[in-house]
């Protein structure tokens, strides 16, 4: 995807309709958009809940429908948030399959989910392009809990294997 492009192509092949997402990340209103990249994540592995989702769940999310997510979010942050943004901080932080607990937290750290101490509730998380690199989308809704970053993990490593997006080969 090139950056300087102002089309990005909502492809999904589960007949997944962008344009709010689109229309909301194009406004900058960046928690609704990340609301919105949840309910349209859920709605594409047929959820209800991100209780519901299982790791095998992640390893079948179409990859046409997360490239489409995370170029949107990538183009209107202007490279500051974005799946493939959080991939690249997961590799440098040690990241891959089955990552630690010390990769997840440092991880957190450098994202802005978590201080030297405490987690970030939701409404602490900040939603503007002051927050840390890869700060948004969250990608599950309550990273306090174990489930949430087994379901991070293998969605990072999902984007790792597929090399979702590299502007360098972009």
Same mark, same amino acid.
Not at 134 to 143: E, K, M, R, S, T
């Given at each position: 995807?090139?950056?300087?492009?102002?089309?990005?192509?909502?492809?999904?092949?589960?007949?997944?309709?962008?344009?709010?997402?689109?229309?909301?990340?194009?406004?900058?209103?960046?928690?609704?958009?990340?609301?919105?990249?949840?309910?349209?994540?859920?709605?594409?592995?047929?959820?209800?809940?991100?209780?519901?989702?299982?790791?095998?769940?992640?390893?079948?999310?179409?990859?046409?429908?997360?490239?489409?997510?995370?170029?949107?979010?990538?183009?209107?942050?202007?490279?500051?948030?974005?799946?493939?943004?959080?991939?690249?901080?997961?590799?440098?932080?040690?990241?891959?399959?089955?990552?630690?607990?010390?990769?997840?937290?440092?991880?957190?750290? !450098? +994202?802005?989910?978590?201080?030297?101490?405490?987690? @970030?509730?939701?409404?602490?998380?900040?939603?503007? /392009?002051?927050? $840390? #690199?890869?700060?948004?989308?969250?990608?599950?809704?309550?990273?306090? !809990? +174990?489930?949430?970053?087994?379901?991070?993990?293998? @969605?990072?490593?999902?984007?790792?294997?597929?090399? /979702?997006?590299? $502007? #360098?080969?972009?």
């Amino acid at each position: 995807m090139n950056l300087n492009s102002n089309e990005v192509k909502l492809i999904s092949t589960k007949g997944i309709n962008y344009t709010t997402l689109n229309q909301l990340l194009a406004q900058g209103q960046w928690q609704a958009a990340d609301v919105e990249t949840s309910k349209l994540m859920l709605q594409i592995m047929g959820k209800q809940s991100w209780h519901d989702v299982y790791p095998a769940d992640i390893d079948h999310f179409p990859y046409g429908d997360l490239m489409t997510i995370d170029h949107l979010w990538v183009k209107y942050s202007g490279g500051k948030f974005g799946f493939s943004v959080q991939k690249e901080i997961w590799l440098r932080v040690g990241g891959f399959l089955y990552a630690d607990y010390q990769t997840e937290q440092q991880f957190a750290t !450098q +994202v802005g989910w978590k201080t030297k101490k405490d987690w @970030l509730e939701y409404q602490e998380l900040t939603f503007s /392009l002051n927050a $840390p #690199q890869g700060h948004l989308p969250l990608g599950c809704d309550n990273l306090r !809990q +174990v489930w949430c970053w087994a379901l991070l993990n293998r @969605l990072f490593s999902r984007i790792v294997y597929y090399q /979702l997006y590299d $502007p #360098q080969n972009n």
